[in-house]
């Protein structure tokens, strides 16, 4: 397994930009497929984005295609996630996810590493 630390959430107006960053600890970063998911309370949590191993391969949620975009950089063992055009409905804890399976396993919520979640607001 490896240890993720999330970063970069906060409060932000309807329309404004957040980054997330996970930083994840080891020295196999790029041994692992990184995802993001979210849980907006009273809800399930569900996923928002997926990146392959080197990066060449993303999967993005529907609902946030346009808007939402993941990275990595594999130099600095650190994912991202960057957020655009935010919407009141976008409040949620987000979750970054590791596994060497593969995206598919990232977008099936079967990740077998998970951050402690960082909370982002967005107020209308």
């Known amino acids: 397994q490896v240890q993720l630390v999330e970063s970069g959430g906060g409060l932000v107006q309807a329309g404004g930009s957040l980054r997330l960053s996970c930083a994840a600890s080891?020295?196999?970063?790029?041994?692992?497929?990184m995802g993001w998911f979210r849980q907006a309370p009273g809800k399930e949590r569900e996923f928002v984005a997926a990146?392959?191993?080197?990066?060449?391969?993303?999967s993005h949620a529907d609902f946030v295609k346009g808007r939402f975009t993941i990275s990595r950089d594999n130099a600095k063992n650190t994912a991202y996630l960057q957020m655009n055009s935010l919407k009141p409905e976008d409040t949620a804890v987000y979750y970054c996810?590791?596994?060497?399976?593969?995206?598919?396993?990232?977008?099936?919520?079967?990740?077998?590493?998970w951050g402690q979640g960082i909370q982002v607001t967005v107020s209308s």
């Open positions: 990146i392959s191993w080197s990066g060449g391969r993303t």
């Open positions: 996810a590791a596994d060497p399976a593969g995206v598919s396993t990232i977008v099936a919520g079967n990740a077998g590493s």
């Open positions: 080891g020295r196999t970063f790029s041994s692992y497929c």
